[in-house]
């Protein structure tokens, strides 16, 4: 009888880590709805300092892919500053296309004159590639573990951008 039940026993371990090996996969790193984001890191336009993505873990992410020659870009700026100064527990965080700037102090001055306080950062080594980025503005909306939960084209109202988020 020891033996049945030793058995039984092992039998259901063996089970159990088997169900844990192949249950619960990782998403896979990639650009699209239910992929991991890929992590990244750039300079700030405000101090230099390096910033990541994985840097906000734990936040739904507002990730906005933009430049200053993009109206529809400009038009939502003020909508990302006001849902970032409201809630504070998400993270706005707008990666410039630098090398499709005048200079960066294009981009400095466009952040000064519309009053943005995010993170932005400059992207002058091609993340906008690695995210297939072919038209501006273009917003990924990323859950607390990393994961895209949508993706999109075209200029966002604050509304829109809370709903995306689910605030």
Not at 9 to 29: P, R
Not at 58 to 65: A, I, M, R, T, Y
Not at 70 to 89: F, S, V, Y
Not at 105 to 127: M, N, Q, S, Y
Request: aromatic share 8%; charged share 25%.
């Amino acid at each position: 009888m020891k033996k049945v039940l030793a058995a039984a026993f092992l039998l259901v371990l063996a089970g159990l880590a088997v169900w844990n090996f192949t249950g619960q996969k990782e998403a896979e790193i990639g650009i699209e709805k239910g992929d991991k984001a890929p992590d990244f890191t750039l300079p700030s336009l405000k101090n230099g300092n390096d910033v990541s993505l994985s840097d906000f873990k734990g936040k739904k992410v507002l990730l906005n892919f933009w430049a200053t020659w993009c109206r529809p870009c400009e038009t939502e700026m003020p909508a990302m500053e006001e849902l970032q100064n409201e809630n504070q527990d998400i993270a706005v965080l707008a990666v410039n296309f630098t090398s499709s700037e005048k200079n960066e102090k294009t981009v400095k001055a466009f952040a000064e004159r519309h009053g943005l306080h995010f993170p932005i950062v400059l992207d002058r080594t091609g993340i906008n590639a690695k995210y297939e980025i072919f038209s501006y503005p273009t917003t990924f909306i990323i859950d607390e573990n990393g994961i895209i939960k949508d993706i999109v084209l075209g200029t966002m109202s604050k509304k829109n951008m809370e709903e995306k988020l689910g605030l």
